[in-house]
């Protein structure tokens, strides 16, 4: 097997595996509600390499919402994060939806 297809072979399993992983993601964010991506990857026992590219993804998706920042050292700071109501996510749906078309609204 060349090489090119072992590559070939590892991102099509990556590939099928992602809706499981971003669905375990929201299982973990549900579960805990709300706090930055590292609190919750460890309570979900979860790698952050793993963890903080889903929830970029939810976040895309408006199922989760930033709702402030933790103050780090120097200058780094990490977002703290919330699972959105149905009723949110409807909301900001038809925010979305009044938004220019390929825009997003900005915060």
């Known amino acids: 097997m060349t090489p090119a297809a072992i590559r070939n072979q590892n991102f099509s399993e990556l590939r099928q595996s992602l809706p499981a992983m971003r669905l375990a993601v929201w299982a973990a964010w ?39 920042h933790q103050p780090g050292n120097g200058r780094v700071r990490e977002g703290i994060y919330r699972a959105r109501t149905e009723a949110e996510w409807e909301a900001w749906k038809c925010g979305q939806a009044s938004a220019p078309a390929g825009q997003q609204q900005l915060l």
Request: aromatic fraction near 6%; charge should be positive; hydrophobic fraction near 45%.
């Open 30 to 68: 549900c579960a805990v509600k709300q706090g930055t991506t590292r609190d919750i990857s460890r309570a979900a026992g979860m790698d952050i390499l793993i963890f903080r590219p889903r929830t970029t993804e939810l976040f895309a998706m408006g199922l989760l919402c930033l709702i402030d």
